[in-house]
């Protein structure tokens, strides 16, 4: 615990594997640690990246990284990619990225965890941010590709949405939802560089159009739209300020505090349903069962609902 504390890295690693881990055993442990170390969480500031690959954010996390050590802040990266389960392969963890942050020995960089739904993914991504806090970051950042539906859940573990777009390529061509722009408190449009300064000032109106339209917020904060070229390394000075504003304004009118109240009310219901979800999955009698009722719906011989009810008081009745 204190080797955490004193922001041990290879401890503060053990102790997020073991948040990551499917064993039963190891959860337990991992939520023992962190039980123990909350008194030294919930200092950090934390904030969701997101936009569709090749938009640029590990060239725009990384400049941003920097531009935060550099005020001898010390900044975590993490990813939430529960896309990388399918392909066994990550998009967001591949190691070459962020090389310069990465060897920054105020930053820590942690590629995506693997979980086998994103209520697990989610749920250790949270426990992560707290290790990390305990460990003694001041910035957490959480990565994730915006094509998804991972958005949501950054969204509510974090203080500050930040979404990434291009100019000219079209809302839809990015696959971006237009859940996704709600959801944000700033949009960055990322490469406005060389030819494409002019299309990226343009969009950059077009948006801040739209998102007077879109966001009644409670938060009492406009989200607001900036530009940025990790080329001419423009623009990320100008999101801290932005972020900073934001956390003036909403710590002020407490929107900060209930906001963080209310999402560990929702990390509270997030997990009951994926626990109770993994307990059936890794019941060895229940994974029979679960095959026999995947087979009777490919055949048409049982309603879906039906056999979900059945599979919860099949194991109910199994673990009175
Ligand atoms: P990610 O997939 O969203 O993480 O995107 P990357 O950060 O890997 O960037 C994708 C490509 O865009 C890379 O080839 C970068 O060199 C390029 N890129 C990133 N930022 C900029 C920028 O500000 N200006 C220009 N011209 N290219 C950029």
Redesign the pocket.
Known sequence: MDAIRQGNRVVLAQAITLAESQRAEDVMLAQRVITELLPQTGKSVRIGIT?V???????FIESFGKHLTAQKKKVAVLAVDPSSTKTRGSILGDKTRMENLAKDPNAFIRPSSTGSTLGGVADCTRETILLCEAAGFDVIIVETVGVGQSETAVRNMVDFFLLLMLAGAGDELQGIKKGIMEMADAVVI??A??ENKKLADLARANYQHALHLLNVSSSGWTPKVST????ENRGVADVCTLIETYLETVKANGYFEATRKEQNQLWFHESLNSQLRRRIMQSKKMSTRLAQFESQIASEEILPSAAAQQIIEEFYRTSL
Request: glycine content about 24%; overall charge positive; cysteine-free.
């Open positions: 936009g690959p090749g938009v640029g954010k590990s060239t990322t490469k560089d060389g940025s070229s990790a080329l």
